[in-house]
């Protein structure tokens, strides 16, 4: 699921005032946060194991996190996808921001589940660091564009055992690794056989590792859908499909489909940002 950082687009559609480099500290004109860059979360070597805390200048053991999760066909992208103007309109809204990294599919190494590790360390740690910097280790809400978009439901409906998360925005997100069409499209067949190290659709690891076949009723959590309808890399019908089963079990969700949208979803990101706000404050208020 290769796509450019589609949040970063958001730099020329949120309006907030430029931001001063700093280690510790980021300030603007009418705003400050609080920043923690490269905090090793986990064991694995160099950066993947390396977290971005942003937290609002008056957070406190309240404050709520938002954690991101970027795309990138499990072998590309990092946490710096993530634009510090939204940082900053977030945190402005009283929320603490977590952009993470995870190990990437690389030369037949770090397949899968090595991504769903990655997370269940990377929240441990969140957890454990609550008390030390600032803000709410028991809530969190899960942003994943792509293959961020799968990591962060399939964490949520297999991995997270303290039901810590309490809503995911999906973003083209793909939710049935074991569907042949989205084996079909362009590029997504190779990479699928790489990330899950099996080319059969049919497949245990591809059950295993497909959100929309783990779902149930003690697991789900409040979601919000965003999809083009002419997506050339994961098939619209993941989403519509994943909306159906909610809908099916009286769940809570919500979808977004843009007629003629790709898989950047260039053309519509002001209404995805301003819909996912509207969401967050909705079910997940800043604390």
């Known amino acids: 699921m290769k ?5 970063l687009a ?30 090793r979360y986990g064991p694995a070597e160099g950066t993947a194991n390396l977290l ?18 970027h795309g990138g066909s499990w072998k590309w992208g990092s946490k710096n996808d993530f634009p510090k103007l939204l940082v900053g309109t977030l945190t402005a809204k009283g929320y603490g921001v977590v952009a993470l990294n995870y190990r990437l599919l690389k030369e037949g190494s770090n397949r899968f589940p090595a991504q769903m590790e990655d997370l269940t360390n990377a929240f441990a740690f969140l957890t454990a660091k609550a008390g030390q910097y600032g803000f709410n280790g028991r809530e969190f809400a899960l942003l994943g564009v792509s293959a961020g978009a799968h990591l962060s439901l399939l964490y949520t409906y297999k991995h997270d055992k303290d039901r810590q998360i ?3 925005i999906d973003i083209v997100g793909p939710t049935d690794l074991t569907d042949a069409d989205l084996r079909k499209g362009k590029n997504s067949g190779d990479i699928i056989t790489q990330f899950l190290g099996n080319a059969n659709p049919d497949a245990p690891v591809a ?3 497909s959100p929309i076949l783990q779902i149930n009723k003690d697991n789900a959590v409040p979601l919000i859908i965003f999809h083009g309808e002419s997506d050339e890399l994961v098939p619209v019908q993941q989403a519509k499909a994943l909306h159906k089963k909610y809908q099916d079990l009286g769940l809570r969700s919500q979808l977004e489909l843009y007629p003629n949208e790709t898989h950047e979803m260039r ?19 800043a604390g």
């Open 267 to 285: 053309k519509s990101l002001f209404d995805v940002y301003t819909k996912l706000t509207v969401w967050l404050q909705r079910v997940f208020p």
């Open 3 to 7: 796509t450019m950082p589609l949040l």
């Open 10 to 39: 958001f730099l020329c559609l949120v309006s907030v005032a430029p931001v001063q480099a700093g280690s510790k500290s980021h300030s603007a004109q009418d705003s400050t946060y609080k920043q923690y860059v490269d905090l």
């Open 166 to 168: 309490k809503t995911v």
């Open 207 to 209: 059950v295993e590792a």
């Open 52 to 69: 971005d805390l942003y937290l609002p200048k008056n957070n406190s053991i309240t404050t709520k996190l938002i954690v991101y999760v």
